[in-house]
């Protein structure tokens, strides 16, 4: 056995194995049916919260495990092996990319009233930023939040929101000036209730998770639910796309690993003009080439992960390794599919879901063309 | 015409997209193809994705003579030439709907063109006519579960029996597989002649013995019913034999050209189709103060995937303008299948990504054809497979 790979010790490799553990005995055998049903169950959050799983990096005082992002970089890698997107995405979107602003933006009420239920699984959580005359350009955002006595009124639409339907509260992104744009941005914690109403979309993959468009109408947000400064929001968000966006890089990497081993296999049984695939040249090189895309993408996103554990910032690292990753990943998917062939196109193999379930990273979390808008930045061009 | 001052001075981007291989009848049959798929076909598009299309759909091509196009007068075809069936597998497309447009191929390139190639004037009667008429359909049956690409692999066996024969196997991928009236059907005769040991035959498919096994349920093509088929002890006349006893398998090399040819044509018209509702789209959505198709990259995007699809186009027409000529062109037919199928995936994953969040929802349709298009590099012969008869038909 080797020694793990940095930044994993011997501890995050016991983390891994008991977190393998539940997700392959609990989680994987469902996921067919979850996909085909479109919704996972509500008592997965409960169930994960049970094993610790929901709080990994959180707080023992809020119910967390007093671990860090690297205890939860190890979760999110295994969640690959669910085997179902949706499922994945809508676990990552509580304990990712809803829960981390309030963990680190807000006041001890705030945290006392969602993080704890949250980490618990007794509250689910949403974060609603994109809209639909909004996606990657976020300053453009138009949902209003009109001060009133002891709080606001929002009205405006958010959309592909991941638990948008099963969610008690969403971390929301409102415009709190008539004018919006960086300065005027800030979010409200807006708790499932009178005028939000939630309508489930359909998509090419993720069929587990509840994606929606989540409207609000003169709903009214009390003032103690303001998350972060006023007018601060866009720091907020910057804030957590670092991980959001390593979190994705990670998430691909495992997904990558599982399926490149499994096409593998199969290519390895699987006969045709007298001999397995594997023996075929061009199927043998074509998986060597998947082989060594995993391998690049998980040490691009490992050194990002390394960095970013340290405190370095690493906006370049992160960014690149989510560029990478996530075309690497789908195109990983996308050739394992042409090795099943026929069979690749059915939906009863894993692979045609593991295609369609990757082929979001490119576009969520920040676009590849986003990704490239900031390094051009980031590499002064 | 010669360039003059005066006409150069100007690009003609709306000029004639008109190729030299069409005349002005394919045009017109090209408008009434486009204009029934648009009234009759593509408003119940979204609905025949959870239904599967309607037998109906084939009685009412059969009806405007979209089912034989060029085929025979004789069994109540056109007669027109090989263009005209290039003609309906692109227009087709304004269905939208891949899986009908796929089914509709399987009755006309694939299914057809060995009966009428290699059948007797009683099997033609019998089948070609009614299924020019659109009121019987067909199907092909050469993939069975362990033979897909190695299609020499094939082990359904045609057993002699006296003057019948007892088949025995399965069949899976087999688009029209539950609606087919008869099912063209790759079998072994002599398991030890190797190529020469494989024989066709036309097998009613409400013979005792033929099992409708399950629908398949796959990533697209959502439209087309696509069948697992078992054969057991299924009895059928020596009169059964499709073409010669022992020849099936250049037989169905042959029937695989003109499927992958088409199948190719039908890929860039909806490469297109996805391209100009993408174009539209990036002309109207905005961000960052401006329409998504100002910005250079996407603009970019654009200009590949536009000379992408007149490359692979112009392979089309070329490689078609040399099979209606008469000649068997399998290095250029596998060339154009490949490169346009390629084309079709890259195309509609592109347009997926310049809907950004958008491409990813249903409701949109482009992550439909996104689906439907993959089908490209699978079906009729993998991209793998193609690359290996280019290969090869270099000697190597």
């Known amino acids: 056995m080797s020694p793990p790979t940095p930044p994993f010790t011997e501890e995050h490799e016991e983390l891994r194995a008991s977190a393998r553990g539940f997700i392959e005995r609990e989680l994987t055998p469902h996921a067919q049916q979850w996909e085909q049903e479109e919704w996972f169950p509500n008592e997965v959050f409960p169930k994960l919260a049970a094993q610790g799983l929901l709080g990994l990096k959180y707080p023992t005082e809020y119910g967390g495990q007093g671990g860090d992002y690297l205890h939860e970089a190890v979760l999110i890698e295994e969640m690959a092996r669910i085997g179902s997107g949706g499922t994945a995405a809508g676990i990552g979107a509580h304990v990712n990319i809803a829960t981390p602003p309030i963990w680190k933006f807000g006041s001890e009420d705030q945290k006392q009233r969602y993080l704890v239920p949250a980490i618990a699984g007794e509250r689910i959580g949403a974060l609603g930023i994109t809209e639909p005359g909004a996606g990657s350009d976020v300053a453009s955002l138009s949902t209003r939040a009109e001060p009133t006595e002891g709080g606001w009124v929002v009205n405006g639409e958010k959309t592909y929101i991941t638990n948008g339907v099963r969610c008690d509260f969403i971390v929301t992104a409102v415009k709190t000036t008539a004018e919006g744009g960086h300065h005027g941005i800030s979010f409200l914690i807006i708790d499932r209730g009178e005028g939000v109403v939630s309508s489930k979309l359909h998509k090419l993959g993720w069929h587990a998770s509840d994606t929606a468009t989540v409207s609000f109408q003169d709903v009214f947000v009390s003032e103690e639910n303001l998350l972060g400064g006023l007018h601060e929001g866009f720091a907020l968000i910057m804030a957590n796309f670092q991980w959001e966006r390593l979190a994705m890089a990670l998430g691909a990497t495992g997904a990558m690993q599982i399926a490149w081993e499994r096409t593998a296999d199969f290519a390895r049984e699987r006969q045709a003009f007298g001999r397995p695939l594997s023996s075929h040249q061009a199927i043998r090189h074509k998986l060597v080439d998947l082989a060594t895309s995993a391998y690049t993408a998980r040490c691009v996103t490992y050194d990002a992960l390394r960095r970013f554990v340290a405190g370095e910032e690493p906006l370049r690292e992160v960014t690149m390794a989510k560029l990478m990753t996530q075309r690497a990943a789908f195109e990983l998917m996308d050739a394992c599919l042409q090795i099943h062939g026929g069979a690749g196109y059915m939906r009863e193999y894993w692979v045609e879901r593991a295609a369609r379930d990757a082929r979001l990273g490119p576009i969520g979390g920040g676009s590849d063309e986003i990704m490239r808008e900031i390094l051009g930045r980031v590499l002064a061009l | ?396």
Not at chain 2, 48 to 58: G, L, M, R
Not at chain 2, 258 to 286: D, M, P, S
Not at chain 2, 295 to 315: C, D, G, L, N, Y
Request: with cysteine.
């Open chain 2, 1 to 396: 015409m010669a360039a003059t001052a005066e006409s150069v001075l100007k690009p003609d981007f709306q000029t004639s997209r008109k190729h030299f291989i069409f005349t002005d009848e394919h045009e017109q049959l090209r408008e009434s193809i486009r204009n029934f798929a648009i009234k009759e076909l593509a408003p119940h598009a979204e609905e025949w994705e959870e239904t599967t299309f309607p037998d109906s759909v084939f009685h009412r091509m059969g009806e405007l003579g979209f089912l034989g196009l060029d085929k025979p007068e004789k069994y109540g075809g056109q007669g027109g030439d090989y263009y005209t069936s290039l003609v309906l597998a692109e227009e087709i497309t304004n269905a939208n709907s891949g899986g009908l447009g796929m089914a509709v191929a399987v009755q006309t390139d694939m299914a057809m063109p060995p009966i009428l190639a290699f059948g007797t004037e009683e099997q033609k009667q019998q089948w070609a006519a009614p299924a020019i008429a659109g009121t019987k359909i067909l199907c092909l049956g050469i993939t069975e579960p362990d033979a897909g690409s190695d299609v020499a692999g094939i082990k359904t066996r045609a057993v002699r029996d006296g003057d019948d024969y007892v088949i025995n196997g399965s069949k899976t991928y087999i688009t029209n597989g539950h609606r087919a009236d008869v099912i063209v059907l790759v079998t072994k005769t002599d398991p030890d002649a190797g190529y020469d040991g494989f024989t066709l035959f036309l097998v009613p498919m409400d013979a005792p013995g033929v099992i409708r096994e399950k629908k398949l349920v796959k990533l697209g093509m959502h439209a087309s019913d696509t069948a697992l088929l078992a054969f057991q002890d299924v009895r059928v006349p020596a009169s059964a034999v499709l073409g010669q006893v022992g020849k099936g398998f250049y037989h169905i090399m042959w029937e695989l050209q003109g499927e992958r040819l088409i199948g190719a044509a039908g890929n860039v018209a909806g490469a297109q189709k996805c391209f100009e509702k993408t174009l539209q789209y990036a002309g109207e959505r905005k961000a960052f103060g401006r329409e998504i198709g100002k910005f250079q990259v996407i603009r970019h995007k654009f200009a590949e995937m536009a000379t992408k699809i007149e490359s692979a186009r112009q392979m089309v027409y070329v490689t078609a303008w040399r099979f209606n000529n008469g000649e068997y062109p399998v290095r250029e037919i596998s060339m154009a299948k490949l490169h346009a199928a390629r084309v079709g995936c890259e195309v509609a994953d592109e347009c997926i990504q310049i809907h950004g969040g958008a491409g990813y929802m249903r409701e949109y349709g482009v992550e439909r054809s996104w689906r439907d298009m993959r089908l490209a590099r699978i079906g009729a012969g993998t991209d793998e497979i193609m690359l290996d008869v280019i290969g090869r038909s270099y000697g190597l």
